[in-house]
């Protein structure tokens, strides 16, 4: 019987300023324990998490400090549209408890 391979989770950060930074950038990276805490922290800092394997799978041969190639900036772009759309739907349903 073959034994399905199991694959470590991995989780990458990225951060953006577009004051500072001329692409989104890796933040953090991890695999295994580490990317647990990278998610856990930021679940508890109250940032949106996506998971998209390939797209980290791309992301992890990265190093830290590294702006994304421009490849794959569409592909960001979108997560990152995404992120701004939670903020958003957020942000109102705390208008609503209000």
Do not use: C, W
Not at 26 to 32: F, K, N, R, W
């Amino acid at each position: 019987m073959e034994e399905k391979k199991r694959k470590l989770k991995q989780a990458i950060a990225l951060g953006y300023d577009p004051n500072e930074d001329g692409a989104p950038k890796v933040i953090a990276s991890g695999t295994g324990l580490l990317a647990e805490k990278i998610i856990e922290k930021a679940k508890e800092v109250d940032v949106p998490v996506h998971r998209d394997d390939k797209l980290a799978d791309t992301l992890s041969k990265l190093e830290i400090g590294d702006m994304i190639p421009p490849e794959l900036y569409e592909v960001v772009a979108e997560i990152l549209v995404f992120v701004d759309q939670m903020d958003k739907i957020k942000a109102k349903m705390g208008d609503r408890r209000s």
